[in-house]
């Protein structure tokens, strides 16, 4: 049976000094930043040689030292270095060699990890180092900043996005058969952006690796467990419980990570056993939100996940790691703020192109007379082109053979793909059904010329799908009066499919591509106007995109009488010279 490591009163002293001598080289500047770990303290540290360049700049570390909490009633510090007071027993010494152990284990954890699907997002392995009659594990941290203190300059939804990658990276670790049994927040670097060090991407960094265990080794008598108070799994804690720790045990926590995003602090096992699998959250608990600004449906959704990761029970939690993270998806898309909600939904249009796409150019090795369906310009989900965070737009056309078999075959094949995203009326439906059912049977009979013109008109509606779905995608960019008047001409072009109309279908896709070619304009304006992304546009500029912003909208109100090329080079204009003001911010930042 594994070793369970109690939770006593913690009476650990930090080191007394700010410096340490490693030999290869010297941290300065160090400060207590955890004493939440059983197996150890965690200071943060600076060192200006770390990196062996001549010239490097200063490393950012994390500093871990091995002084169990278990055994800090029996070590005594004198100044840095730790001894053991007179009476310590040898079972008590030996326990101590345990932890040194691993400590050093650690490291052989870390390279394990760099060899797996989880590489990306473990630290690179540093070294131990004996020193003050211990040992420290040393991780370079100057790329990121611990989760405790990056969260709170995050949103919730970056926290929750930040949540599923770590989900990711336990899945990857317990694909090589291990468990980390040691998730908390100042165990997890959240990764800084180089390209703007205000901000963080979703990446992270594990760092701490002395919990770790193999799951072949759960249940050997030697294997010590430990965990970090309300943070860890009711079985990590509880004698008698030790044989059921597994991958849920790395549920639990993050169950527990959610219920400190939105309550403040981890759980209590009090409250867990309390809850049975049925939580309540009261508004008024979510001290870290502002209530007023969540989706209706929000408190259920984490109820509803608290309910499957914060139980006693570890066989009623989710058993994966990536079920899990699929359900913070979800989550995350209650809260997504507007420009990333859009551009997830120009995202998942691109990947139904690519399928087009695709099957397009397949069609095309098979003839090469070339016809056009028209599909919508590539965007950037990540908000970014050129010099500065925008959404960038290049002609995307998909060049089907025109009048021929494998042209018929595949504009079918699109709009089937594209169909399902469009909410048609009944009429359009049925419509689309007529013409596409006697497909079928021109097929059977070997008609050529029915089975093209089928095709030919499948192009067709494929460009009104294309035109309604870029539309529903955008129209959060627009405001409340022009998306009322671009629905009123989807549904015009809804009533022109019903009727099956071809010529009116053409000329109101046309002006619906013009519409939606002023819509992305603005949305690629409007991130710009995000302080928290782009703090150095100046004030007079930023007031003067909002304004052109509006007008743009009112003229969309009114489409029989906007000039699209004029509003489109206005916008194009001002973005230009919004990417010089920033750029203009950013230098005089450094001076």
Not at 123 to 129: E, H, I, V
Not at 332 to 346: D, F, H, Q, S, Y
């Amino acid at each position: 049976m594994s070793v369970l490591i109690p939770f006593a009163e913690d009476s650990r002293q930090p080191l007394a000094s700010t410096e340490i001598d490693f030999g290869s080289y010297r941290c300065h500047n160090i400060q207590l930043l955890s004493t939440s770990g059983s197996s150890g303290l965690v200071y943060q540290a600076t060192s200006d040689n770390y990196f062996d360049e001549n010239g490097s700049p200063a490393a950012s570390l994390i500093v871990k030292e091995c002084y169990p909490l278990e055994l800090s009633e029996r070590i005594s510090r004198d100044g840095d270095r730790l001894s053991f007071k007179t009476g310590t027993t040898e079972d008590e010494l030996r326990l101590f060699n345990r932890y040194l152990n691993r400590y050093r284990k650690a490291f052989e954890n870390n390279a394990l990890l760099m060899r797996s699907g989880a590489r990306e997002q473990v630290s690179m392995p540093s070294r131990a180092f004996s020193a003050n009659g211990t040992l420290y594990i040393v991780n370079n941290a100057s790329h990121g900043i611990v989760m405790s203190k990056a969260f709170l300059s995050m949103d919730l939804y970056q926290k929750i996005k930040t949540l599923i990658r770590l989900c990711e990276t336990i899945a990857a670790i317990h694909d090589v058969g291990y468990l980390y049994l040691d998730l908390k927040p100042d165990n997890i670097l959240c990764v800084l952006n180089p390209a703007r060090p205000q901000d963080f991407t979703d990446e992270i960094r594990l760092f701490d690796f002395d919990s770790m265990t193999a799951r072949s080794e759960v249940g050997n008598p030697n294997t010590v467990i430990s965990g970090s108070g309300d943070w860890s799994s009711f079985e990590q804690t509880h004698p008698g419980h030790l044989s059921e720790i597994g991958p849920a045990s790395d549920i639990y926590a993050i169950g527990a990570m959610l219920f400190w995003i939105v309550i403040g602090r981890p759980p209590t096992t009090n409250e867990v056993i309390h809850a049975g699998g049925n939580w309540h959250i009261r508004a008024k608990d979510l001290v870290n939100i502002d209530v007023s600004s969540l989706p209706s449906d929000f408190i259920a959704h984490v109820e509803n996940l608290l309910n499957r990761t914060l139980c006693v029970d570890p066989s009623l939690r989710l058993q994966s790691a990536r079920e899990l993270a699929s359900e913070l998806e979800t989550l995350g898309e209650l809260v997504m703020p507007e420009n990333k909600a859009i551009a997830k939904r120009l995202e998942q249009l691109e990947q139904k192109l690519d399928a087009i796409n695709s099957q397009a150019l397949h069609a095309a090795t098979l003839d090469t007379s070339p016809v056009t369906i028209k599909l919508t310009p590539r965007f950037d989900t990540n908000g970014s082109s050129g010099n500065e965070s925008t959404v960038g737009a290049n002609d995307c056309e998909s060049q089907i053979p025109e009048r021929s078999i494998s042209s018929a075959f595949i504009a079918i094949q699109a709009l089937s793909t594209l169909r399902p995203d469009v909410p048609l009326s009944e009429a359009a439906n049925n419509r689309i059904d007529e013409m596409i059912n006697p497909l079928k049977t021109s097929l059977d009979n070997r008609n050529v010329e029915e089975t093209i013109g089928v095709g030919e008109r499948a192009v067709t509606i494929c460009n009104a799908l294309m035109a309604m779905i870029t539309l529903s995608a955008l129209c959060d960019a627009a405001s409340d009066e022009c998306e009322s008047t671009l629905l009123s001409i989807s549904e015009k072009l809804d009533a022109a499919i019903a009727c099956m109309n071809l010529d009116a279908i053409d000329e109101i896709c046309q002006h619906l591509d013009a519409s939606n070619n002023a819509l992305r304009a603005i949305f690629v304006l409007s991130t710009f106007l995000d302080k928290s992304s782009f703090p150095y546009l100046s004030d007079g500029l930023r007031l003067e995109a909002e304004s052109l912003i509006r007008e743009v909208n009112e003229a969309l109100a009114d489409t029989t009488k906007i000039d699209f090329d004029q509003e489109n080079c206005r916008i194009e204009e001002m973005s230009h010279r919004i990417s010089e003001d920033i750029q203009l911010g950013m230098f005089r930042s450094l001076f």
